[in-house]
């Protein structure tokens, strides 16, 4: 194999560009060709390809979002789509290619590889760390600090105006972000699409910290949840709580964007090297994944079929510590 391409699709997140840095490196040292295929696979099948040099990758490590631009293709779900975007590949002559993305990409990846055979791997990256086959998404670590930073920031206002906030993170389908945040904002209910909701508990919980005299709650709720989101929450709680003013707060793509934590720029930089490792071994059609600290490849079939889904204990931890 000497020629290859990355790209990147679906929603960004932050360390995507350290991952398109560690595969143009790995894949340089190797005496490989990389590609940069823009704007995901709508770009693919537009056969907006170029090369991609090593001096295109300094400077961007610490930069949120990715250089080689994202798009979410509806053409890419046609036959007649993916077979134009085949033919691109093969006017570049690339032999492998490299996607880094979510479940949606690597869906579309599975779908491709069984109709047209070019070698494909996948790199996790989302901020809803939803993935199979990976501890942590590229993104998930950024993410979730930067809700943090915005949820304490609330809190001094909620504490100084004595008010009930119903603060929204994302996560369409996911409630790893509700859930890591929530825990880790010391918030007083948790809303997430993984655990059933319950209004009445919710408002119990919430009745309880008034008796011991709090004065400001905070309640994260995730953007997927069956409750329909923090506005409609919000609306139907306050009522039972005229002490305090009501008040809500979406943080929104706020969360994807922003300089990546260490910690994502890390995962990046493994998991786009190991990306290269596979792809030139010999490997299609799966994902690298950091699994208690070791690389490890999981077919897409896995990833797209089961799920991500946050432990037990940090659920049942979540219900312990959350006093109201
Ligand atoms: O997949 C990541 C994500 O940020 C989800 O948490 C969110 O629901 C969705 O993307 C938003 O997508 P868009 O930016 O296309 O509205």
Redesign the pocket.
């Known amino acids: 194999m000497k020629r290859i391409a990355v790209f990147t699709s679906?929603?960004d997140?932050p360390g995507m560009n350290a991952a398109v840095r560690s595969v143009m490196r790995s894949a340089s040292k190797l005496g490989l060709h990389v590609f940069r295929i823009n704007r995901g696979y709508q770009g693919m099948i537009e056969g907006d390809i170029q090369r991609l040099e090593n001096l295109d990758v300094k400077n961007i490590i610490h930069r949120g979002g990715t250089i080689l631009k994202t798009a979410?293709s509806n053409d890419f779900r046609t036959k007649e789509g993916r077979q134009q975007a085949a033919d691109s590949l093969m006017s570049f002559d690339i032999e492998g290619v490299i996607a880094i993305g979510?479940n949606g990409t690597f869906t579309g990846a599975k779908i491709f590889h069984e109709e047209h055979h070019i070698p494909f791997i996948g790199v996790p990256g989302?901020?809803?760390n939803?993935l199979y086959g990976t501890d942590f998404t590229i993104g998930f670590d950024t993410?979730i600090n930067t809700a943090i930073d915005a949820i304490d920031k609330i809190r001094d206002t909620a504490d100084s105006h004595n008010r009930l906030f119903f603060i929204e993170v994302?996560?369409?389908?996911?409630g790893f972000?509700g859930l890591y945040t929530g825990l880790g904002s010391g918030s007083s209910g948790i809303l997430i699409p993984e655990k059933a909701h319950d209004t009445e508990a919710l408002i119990n919980v919430l009745k309880k910290g008034i008796k011991r005299k709090k004065l400001f709650s905070l309640v994260v709720v995730a953007?997927?949840d069956e409750s329909g989101g923090a506005m409609k929450i919000a609306e139907r709680v306050k009522k039972e709580f005229p002490q305090y003013e009501t008040k809500v707060t979406i943080i929104g793509?706020l969360?994807?964007g922003g300089s990546p934590t260490c910690m994502d720029r890390i995962l990046a930089s493994r998991l786009g090297h190991a990306a290269v490792k596979a792809l030139i071994s010999g490997e299609t059609n799966k994902m690298v994944g950091q699994i208690n600290n070791k690389i490890k490849l999981t077919p897409f079939e896995d990833c797209i079929s089961k799920e991500n889904r946050p432990s037990k204990d940090l659920l049942e931890l979540a219900e312990i510590l959350a006093l109201g």
Do not use: C, K, N, V
């Not at 994302?170 to 996911?174: A, Q």
């Open positions: 679906g929603g997140a979410r979510g989302t901020i809803d939803d993410a994302m996560g369409r389908h996911s972000i953007e997927g793509h969360q994807r």
